[in-house]
Protein backbone atom coordinates (compact mmCIF):
# COMPACT_ATOMS: atom_id res chain seq x y z
CA UNK A 1 0.00 0.00 0.00
CA UNK A 2 1.21 3.13 -0.88
CA UNK A 3 1.49 6.52 1.22
CA UNK A 4 1.49 9.97 -1.06
CA UNK A 5 1.94 12.08 1.98
CA UNK A 6 4.82 10.49 3.40
CA UNK A 7 8.54 11.60 2.89
CA UNK A 8 10.27 11.24 0.97
CA UNK A 9 8.04 9.96 -2.10
CA UNK A 10 10.81 8.20 -3.89
CA UNK A 11 10.86 6.32 -0.73
CA UNK A 12 7.50 5.86 0.29
CA UNK A 13 5.47 6.13 -2.94
CA UNK A 14 6.75 2.62 -3.91
CA UNK A 15 6.03 -0.99 -3.17
CA UNK A 16 4.49 -2.58 0.07
CA UNK A 17 4.21 -0.95 3.45
CA UNK A 18 6.79 -3.96 5.31
CA UNK A 19 7.06 -4.68 8.26
CA UNK A 20 7.61 -2.12 10.59
CA UNK A 21 9.87 -4.42 13.30
CA UNK A 22 12.26 -4.06 9.92
CA UNK A 23 11.39 0.13 9.40
CA UNK A 24 11.82 0.29 12.61
CA UNK A 25 15.23 -1.67 12.77
CA UNK A 26 16.50 0.77 9.79
CA UNK A 27 15.75 3.50 11.15
CA UNK A 28 17.29 2.79 14.71
CA UNK A 29 20.65 2.35 12.17
CA UNK A 30 20.26 5.57 11.02
CA UNK A 31 20.51 6.69 14.05
CA UNK A 32 23.01 4.83 15.14
CA UNK A 33 25.00 6.59 11.72
CA UNK A 34 23.95 9.82 13.36
CA UNK A 35 25.15 9.48 17.13
CA UNK A 36 28.49 8.65 14.71
CA UNK A 37 28.92 11.54 13.13
CA UNK A 38 28.32 13.57 16.24
CA UNK A 39 31.06 11.34 18.08
CA UNK A 40 33.41 12.06 14.98
CA UNK A 41 32.53 15.88 14.99
CA UNK A 42 33.35 16.19 18.89
CA UNK A 43 36.27 14.26 18.52
CA UNK A 44 37.39 17.00 15.53
CA UNK A 45 36.76 19.94 17.65
CA UNK A 46 38.35 17.79 21.05
CA UNK A 47 41.58 17.18 19.19
CA UNK A 48 41.99 20.50 18.40
CA UNK A 49 40.67 22.17 21.74
CA UNK A 50 42.71 20.10 24.13
CA UNK A 51 46.36 20.90 23.93
CA UNK A 52 47.65 17.06 23.17
CA UNK A 53 51.89 17.30 22.71
CA UNK A 54 51.52 16.53 19.25
CA UNK A 55 53.01 18.84 16.17
CA UNK A 56 50.40 21.31 15.20
CA UNK A 57 49.84 19.95 11.74
CA UNK A 58 49.06 16.75 13.04
CA UNK A 59 46.00 18.09 15.40
CA UNK A 60 44.77 20.46 12.44
CA UNK A 61 44.41 17.57 9.75
CA UNK A 62 43.31 15.27 12.45
CA UNK A 63 40.74 17.72 13.36
CA UNK A 64 39.89 18.10 9.63
CA UNK A 65 39.72 14.38 8.78
CA UNK A 66 37.28 13.93 11.76
CA UNK A 67 35.30 16.83 11.09
CA UNK A 68 34.98 15.88 6.92
CA UNK A 69 34.20 12.33 8.54
CA UNK A 70 31.28 13.72 10.67
CA UNK A 71 29.59 15.89 7.85
CA UNK A 72 29.76 13.22 4.98
CA UNK A 73 28.29 10.09 7.84
CA UNK A 74 24.81 11.93 8.13
CA UNK A 75 24.55 12.24 4.23
CA UNK A 76 25.41 8.47 3.42
CA UNK A 77 23.93 7.19 5.98
CA UNK A 78 20.36 8.87 4.68
CA UNK A 79 21.55 7.62 0.90
CA UNK A 80 21.68 4.52 3.07
CA UNK A 81 18.98 4.20 5.29
CA UNK A 82 16.66 5.38 1.77
CA UNK A 83 18.01 2.60 -0.13
CA UNK A 84 17.52 0.25 2.14
CA UNK A 85 13.56 1.36 3.09
CA UNK A 86 12.95 1.14 -0.41
CA UNK A 87 14.17 -2.40 -0.88
CA UNK A 88 12.34 -3.39 2.16
CA UNK A 89 9.36 -2.01 0.34
CA UNK A 90 10.04 -3.77 -3.64
CA UNK A 91 10.93 -6.70 -1.60
CA UNK A 92 14.79 -7.07 -2.98
CA UNK A 93 17.30 -7.72 -1.29
CA UNK A 94 19.22 -5.32 1.20
CA UNK A 95 21.71 -3.16 -0.44
CA UNK A 96 25.62 -3.26 1.29
CA UNK A 97 26.38 -0.37 3.58
CA UNK A 98 27.99 2.82 1.87
CA UNK A 99 29.48 4.15 5.22
CA UNK A 100 31.92 0.79 5.94
CA UNK A 101 34.53 1.73 3.71
CA UNK A 102 34.70 5.78 3.92
CA UNK A 103 34.58 5.40 8.20
CA UNK A 104 37.07 2.70 8.40
CA UNK A 105 39.82 4.62 5.86
CA UNK A 106 39.28 7.57 7.64
CA UNK A 107 39.62 6.34 11.30
CA UNK A 108 42.78 4.57 9.55
CA UNK A 109 44.12 8.06 8.88
CA UNK A 110 43.11 9.65 11.73
CA UNK A 111 45.39 6.21 13.47
CA UNK A 112 48.47 6.91 11.27
CA UNK A 113 48.17 10.73 11.93
CA UNK A 114 48.23 10.56 16.14
CA UNK A 115 50.87 7.71 15.63
CA UNK A 116 52.77 9.94 13.36
CA UNK A 117 52.96 12.84 15.37
CA UNK A 118 53.64 10.61 18.29
CA UNK A 119 56.69 9.61 16.62
CA UNK A 120 58.07 13.18 15.45
CA UNK A 121 57.44 14.40 19.11
Sequence with gaps: MQSSSRFPKAVYGVGDEPD?????????????????????????????????????????????????????????AWVGWAATERALRLGRPLPSSLLTLPLAGGVLVVAVLVVLGVLLQ
Design 20 to 76: ARFTLANERTFLAWIRTALALIAGGVAIDAVALPLPVWVRVATSIVLLLLGLAVPVL
